[in-house]
């Protein structure tokens, strides 16, 4: 089937809704447990790591901003990989992202249901683990099979609670603030549950730059965003105000207010131990009804990490089927919901089938379940950034005219710099990540090896049908052509 002959998902997303999904995936549960993980880790110097952080974020917004603006396309990671890289870089930007957005669904699940026992243990009532797991993920499943215009407005509607949660923390810890709590930076460790040294600082500002890779999303959904061309840079550019000054805040408040023995314990909400969150390491400093709007808010946060996630990639696996380097089933866009309900299944079902044997996971992933999903998570992402890295690069060269008549066009010197940057950030911040669970680097190698054999028997076998597959993945479709010329 030719391209173009595939249905084109004509339901469009506004600014505003295309802000609330990427300010949900940036955000997500994770900054409602990673600042204080890392508190414990780095203590007060997390308030530098994550000033440090925002150097790598604005590299990859201005990625996002250069390769968004001059080829707004469903898929985009896919999409420039295999235009400005080469075919099989492409097949790796969409073979990763999907193991990553398993692991990352399977792990938003969990410490969605974590947060919700330790709520209802508040009312002496809790929830299996599987069964949370399942709710989550199917009614997400659900809406966004029946439709992006449902998912947006659940979207706009979470992320302001979402934002309400983080407020909360904020207004009610800065009373309780005092400066001494900032120094010494870097502790000397005596007597601490943090090593001396460096290391925990690197690691904290490689770990809250992790989320800011969400902004990542916009580019999957351009197909569908309204007049993509000048509202990619607007999203990105109100979506990182946004995030940035939120994750600034929480993490001032968090070192200023919160003392730090209650980081290095084990911290509990209703009873429930809730490792690191918001919540727990408030106790005894933030009143009740706060801890609970924040509980309340990190469960919300999981729900729109869920409900994104489900959004955006599923366009990437959509997109690489309209080229049959996937099976062109998953092509599909729904006649009735307008959705691809298809590569929506293949990213909802696997986690869910997953969920029943979580205990048994957690057994043989050192150190623990949870953090070993991260692992697999963002190397997926840091490897889709090295390719997003080598396209910037190869841009003005492959499709000159798409750069020169970009609306917001980097300058060639800003541009060598943000590609190389971009790369080696992603190289070196996934070296450190992965020195925890080298056994999930392992799975991500394994998954690659996997993909390389599938992608070249696929290209073969069409071979002998007389279709080049390669060629096919290094144009543009047709209406992916308009606004520019493709040289």
Do not use: C
Not at 61 to 78: D, E, N, S, T
Not at 346 to 356: E, K, Q, R, Y
């Amino acid at each position: 089937m030719a391209a173009e002959d595939y249905k084109l998902i004509d339901e469009q997303v506004g600014l505003w809704g295309a802000v609330a999904l990427l300010v949900g995936t940036a955000l997500g549960m994770s900054i409602f447990i990673v600042p204080t993980q890392m508190a414990a880790a780095a203590g007060p110097s997390i308030t530098l790591a994550i000033l440090v952080s925002i150097v790598p974020m604005v590299l990859g917004v201005l990625l996002l901003l250069q390769l968004g603006g001059a080829i707004p396309v469903a898929g985009g990671i896919y999409v420039y990989g295999s235009r400005l890289v080469g075919p099989f870089w492409g097949l790796l930007g969409v073979s990763v992202p999907v193991l990553a957005v398993w692991s990352y669904l399977l792990f938003a699940a969990i410490g969605f249901a974590d947060y919700l026992n330790g709520i209802l243990e508040t009312f002496g009532a809790s929830v299996p683990t599987v069964a949370a797991v399942w709710a989550l993920l199917g009614v997400f499943l659900v809406l966004n099979y029946v439709g992006v215009k449902i998912v947006t407005k659940v979207q706009i509607a979470f992320v302001l609670l979402l934002i309400a949660g983080m407020l909360a923390f904020v207004l009610s810890g800065l009373p309780h603030v005092e400066t001494a709590n900032y120094t010494p930076l870097f502790p000397d460790g005596e007597g601490q549950p943090f090593a001396d040294g460096f290391a925990p600082f690197l690691l904290a500002v490689v770990t809250l730059y992790i989320p800011f890779q969400g902004f990542g999303m916009i580019i999957e959904i351009g197909e569908e965003l309204e007049n993509p061309v000048e509202n990619i840079p607007r999203v990105l550019a109100i979506g990182m105000a946004i995030v940035t000054v939120l994750s600034i805040a929480i993490v001032f408040t968090l070192i200023g207010a919160i003392p730090l023995e209650n980081m290095t314990a084990s911290g509990e909400l209703g009873g429930e131990p809730v490792e690191g969150g918001l919540a727990a390491v408030g106790e005894g400093v933030l009143p009740a009804p706060i801890l609970l709007v924040v509980g309340v808010a990190a469960l919300v946060a999981a729900a729109t990490t869920v409900n994104t996630l489900f959004t955006s990639y599923s366009r990437t696996v959509m997109r690489a089927a309209r080229d049959e380097v996937l099976p062109d089933v998953f092509a599909k866009v729904h006649d009735r919901y307008n959705t691809p309900h298809r590569a929506i299944l293949l990213f909802g079902i696997p986690p869910i089938l997953a969920a029943p044997f979580i205990s048994q996971m957690d057994a043989i992933t050192p150190p623990d379940l949870l953090d070993w999903l991260v692992v697999v998570v963002v190397t997926g992402i840091f490897i889709a950034f090295m390719i997003g890295g080598i396209a910037l690069w190869n841009l003005p060269k492959v499709f000159p005219q798409r750069y020169e008549y970009s609306i917001y066009k980097l300058p060639m010197p800003v541009l060598r710099i943000v590609a190389v940057g971009n790369v080696v950030v992603s190289l070196l911040f996934t070296l450190l990540v992965v020195q925890s669970a080298p056994s999930a680097l392992a799975v991500v190698l394994a998954w690659m090896i996997l993909s390389a054999a599938l992608y070249y028997y696929r290209i073969r076998a069409y071979e002998k049908k007389g279709v080049d597959l390669k060629e096919r993945m290094a144009l543009l479709h047709k209406h992916e052509q308009v606004g520019g010329s493709d040289d």
